[in-house]
T-cell receptor
Framework: KAGVTQTPRYLIKTRGQQVTLSCSPISGHRSVSWYQQTPGQGLQFLFEYFSETQRNKGNFPGRFSGRQFSNSRSEMNVSTLELGDSALYLC????????????FGPGTRLTVL | GESVGLHLPTLSVQEGDNSIINCAYSNSASDYFIWYKQESGKGPQFIIDIRSNMDKRQGQRVTVLLNKTVKHLSLQIAATQPGDSAVYFCAERGNAGNMLTFGGGTRLMVKP
């Protein structure tokens, strides 16, 4: 079974632009969570989607948003990019919302210049 | 607030020795704990997990111990190998859906 896939793997943007990242969960997994990883703040939870609904949201500004499609694929969007948004964005999926092991994808490395 | 921390940022061990990575957590309501391994350029890889109603769980060469009295979690790796070199994260799941709170990470370095 294929793992969690994320596209693109690398992205370079400039301040003020917006970006959309994509995540395809493991087949059959319906819950998708997003995390931001930076050297300074570590791994921080952004939001979780289950059945196309946002179930939880972390402490990030409204510039960070996401959505989930009926096939469980998810996208996250960051508008008005800031230098501090440079990070590795990780997507994780698990079988049933609220249950157990989350499996991570390889991440999208976003660099904001 | 919720937080998960690690005592040692870097652990260096000799190949073949056992490794112990420790983690402290603060949310007594957390019901599920996970250890992840992250190699350079990759996403976190699941190693082992444990529910709060257990105090020990074993996998292949790895054991997780949970001490709820002192809110402490540890990962033991037996016969550490060079391929075990990575950053290890503990994470806890509280009472907010699937949200995981991660510790800061411990870098494990295995000397040949």
């Amino acid at each position: 079974k294929a793992g969690v896939t994320q596209t693109p793997r690398y992205l370079i943007k400039t301040r003020g632009q917006q970006v959309t990242l994509s995540c395809s969960p493991i087949s059959g997994h319906r819950s998708v969570s997003w995390y931001q990883q930076t050297p300074g703040q570590g791994l921080q939870f952004l939001f979780e989607y289950f059945s196309e609904t946002q179930r939880n949201k972390g402490n990030f500004p409204g510039r960070f948003s996401g959505r989930q499609f009926s096939n469980s694929r998810s996208e996250m969007n960051v508008s008005t990019l800031e230098l501090g948004d440079s990070a590795l964005y990780l997507c994780a999926s698990n079988l049933v919302g609220g249950a157990d092991t989350q499996y991570f994808g390889p991440g999208t490395r976003l660099t904001v210049l | 607030g919720e937080s998960v921390g690690l005592h040692l940022p870097t652990l260096s061990v000799q190949e073949g020795d056992n490794s112990i990575i420790n983690c402290a957590y603060s949310n007594s309501a957390s019901d599920y704990f996970i250890w992840y391994k992250q190699e350079s350029g990759k996403g976190p890889q699941f190693i082992i997990d444990i529910r709060s109603n257990m105090d020990k769980r074993q996998g292949q060469r790895v054991t997780v111990l949970l001490n709820k009295t002192v809110k402490h979690l540890s990962l033991q790796i037996a016969a550490t190998q060079p391929g075990d070199s990575a950053v290890y994260f503990c994470a806890e799941r509280g009472n907010a859906g699937n949200m995981l709170t991660f510790g800061g990470g411990t870098r494990l370095m295995v000397k040949p």
